[in-house]
């Protein structure tokens, strides 16, 4: 082997690049990992200012036990990182009693459970269970497009229904009177 000074160099240069990207790699690791979902649902946007910023929204209903919800998180962190500026990421875990009343009111029976939400706040359109990749990055494009989401189960607008109290009462005791 040749003590040539041209190939002492370039191996200096090797190790010390190789010693370079190790570092950078263990330190870029050994923080949070981003895809976890605990990790996630720390960097999520509140849902109180996802529903008044003017941003359309995604919010995912997950629970930390939730193998699907497991499964999907390195995808999602990736959409989270795409769509950054332009979609809030709002995680509410279905585990924290806090969050029963959204829970209710979406209706979650299932998750993962994906609500996509208008830039007024308003719910337009759901997915429940693991989606694919692509399947969730058409949806976003969709969202972030303001148009229809084309994987997913819409929702219509609804009129707001109270029903009237009446503290008369109006159904009789025995259907076959008719009322007499």
């Given at each position: 082997?040749?003590?040539?000074?041209?190939?002492?160099?370039?191996?200096?240069?090797?190790?010390?690049?190789?010693?370079?990207?190790?570092?950078?790699?263990?330190?870029?690791?050994?923080?949070?990992?981003?895809?976890?979902?605990?990790?996630?649902?720390?960097?999520?946007?509140?849902?109180?200012?996802?529903?008044?910023?003017?941003?359309?929204?995604?919010?995912?209903?997950?629970?930390d036990w939730c193998t699907?919800?497991?499964?999907?998180?390195?995808?999602?962190?990736?959409?989270?990182?795409?769509?950054?500026?332009?979609?809030?990421?709002?995680?509410?875990?279905?585990?924290?009693?806090?969050?029963?009343?959204?829970?209710?009111?979406?209706?979650?029976?299932?998750?993962?459970?994906?609500?996509?939400?208008?830039?007024?706040?308003?719910?337009?359109?759901?997915?429940?269970?693991?989606?694919?990749?692509?399947?969730?990055?058409?949806?976003?494009?969709?969202?972030?497009?303001?148009?229809?989401?084309?994987?997913?189960?819409?929702?219509?607008?609804?009129?707001?229904?109270?029903?009237?109290?009446?503290?008369?009462?109006?159904?009789?005791?025995?259907?076959?009177?008719?009322?007499?």
């Amino acid at each position: 082997m040749s003590d040539n000074p041209g190939t002492k160099v370039r191996n200096i240069l090797l190790a010390t690049t190789a010693i370079a990207l190790s570092v950078a790699i263990f330190i870029g690791s050994s923080g949070n990992n981003s895809s976890s979902l605990e990790a996630q649902a720390q960097q999520s946007v509140d849902l109180d200012i996802a529903l008044t910023d003017g941003k359309p929204t995604l919010v995912e209903f997950y629970a930390d036990w939730c193998t699907s919800c497991q499964t999907m998180a390195p995808d999602l962190a990736i959409l989270k990182q795409k769509y950054a500026q332009s979609v809030d990421f709002v995680m509410l875990n279905v585990d924290n009693p806090k969050w029963l009343p959204e829970v209710l009111r979406y209706r979650v029976d299932g998750i993962p459970h994906f609500i996509f939400l208008d830039e007024q706040g308003e719910a337009i359109a759901q997915t429940i269970g693991e989606q694919p990749l692509t399947v969730m990055t058409e949806n976003l494009d969709a969202l972030t497009a303001n148009l229809p989401i084309p994987h997913s189960y819409s929702l219509g607008q609804t009129s707001q229904f109270n029903p009237p109290v009446n503290n008369k009462k109006t159904i009789p005791e025995d259907p076959r009177s008719h009322g007499v």
